[in-house]
């Protein structure tokens, strides 16, 4: 552990395609700005991606705002539709709210051994369990999106493995915080995967879905 993390998440914005129609700033001013001609930018640094920065892309009036994961792009219209996703019956959406419950329950474990520093054992219950039980989201929606793009999330599950794993090692002679430090890792790695489960993967899930379910109709 100590690595980067491993999804890598960008922003881009084609100013060719901007019309200077302001939504973005209107929907996520965090992250999005315009300059003197009314085109929009990022602000620097620019705000992590996040329900607001999905509502943005998808109303630009020009798809001119995606977001690049790893070596994959996603564009707006591939996310558009993902509220209608979540009207769904398909038992995706299910799976995806349980995660969304998991996401709240870690979420305080996490905050607890962040500002007592104690006992960080109910967070690796929780991220254990958490871990097994997405294996049939991610499952399906392999099925739904750019395998490339699932395979970024794969490998970034793959790190809080890594993490838990050192937490459940003995504790090195000589290192007596070595288990501190495997902590903090561990809590760092999951607030990384929860936020863009919930901001990237999860409305994408959902507007393939969505999309999918109307091409059958």
């Not at 019309?19 to 992590?48: M, N, W």
């Not at 009036?61 to 769904?88: C, F």
Request: aromatic share 4%; charged share 30%.
């Amino acid at each position: 552990m100590g690595e980067e993390l491993i999804v890598k998440v960008e922003i881009t914005i084609d100013r060719e395609r901007c019309i200077g129609s302001g939504q973005c700033v209107h929907l996520a001013p965090q992250t999005f700005d315009q300059d003197d001609r009314a085109l929009a930018f990022l602000k620097a640094p620019p705000g992590e991606p996040d329900e607001r920065t999905l509502r943005a892309i998808t109303g630009c009036p020009m798809a001119a705002i995606a977001l690049k994961v790893g070596d994959t792009t996603v564009s707006a219209d591939e996310l558009r539709n993902w509220v209608t996703g979540l009207r769904s019956d398909d038992p995706l959406v299910e799976l995806i709210g349980w995660s969304s419950e998991s996401h709240h329950e870690l979420r305080e474990a996490m905050a607890a051994v962040a500002t007592t520093g104690g006992d960080p054992s109910t967070m690796v219950e929780l991220a254990q369990a958490h871990l097994a039980e997405e294996d049939g989201a991610y499952s399906t929606i392999t099925e739904l999106v750019d395998a490339a793009l699932v395979e970024a999330f794969e490998a970034d599950r793959r790190q809080i493995v890594q993490a838990l794993d050192a937490l459940g090692q003995p504790e090195p002679e000589g290192d007596p915080k070595r288990h501190d430090r495997s902590a903090i890792e561990l809590a760092a790695a999951l607030e990384e995967h929860i936020r863009l489960e919930e901001a990237v993967l999860f409305p994408l899930a959902l507007a393939a879905l969505a999309d999918r379910e109307a091409s059958r109709c």
